[in-house]
Structure formats: structure tokens, C-alpha cells
């Protein structure tokens, strides 16, 4: 297995799917390509 690809400040972010509110699957690249997205990452601490 290879190690997945890292992402960089201002490069390309890796293609990542999840699944919307509805359980429907989605393609960050497909999010992207309607307009501006920004990425945010949370840290739970509890």
C-alpha cells in the first residue's frame, strides 16, 4: 500500500470523498469545481 500523496500550503489538496447530510457520496474536486472552498480541520479535545 502506498502512502498517501501530502498536501502543501497553496498546492493542490488530495481528491477525498465523504458522505453529504444525506448520505449521498461526494467528491471534494466536485465541491471545488462550483467555486471557493476552504478546508477546515477540527481538533476535538475532550
Known amino acids: 500500500m502506498q502512502a498517501p500523496e501530502q498536501a502543501g500550503p497553496g498546492g493542490p ?12 457520496p461526494v467528491l471534494l474536486s466536485a465541491l471545488w469545481a ?3 472552498l476552504a478546508l477546515v480541520f ?3 479535545l475532550g
Do not use: I, M, S
Not at 489538496?13 to 449521498?24: L, T
Open 42 to 44: 477540527l481538533r476535538h
Open 34 to 36: 462550483r467555486g471557493p
Open 13 to 24: 489538496a488530495p481528491e477525498v470523498g465523504f458522505e453529504d447530510g444525506r448520505g449521498a
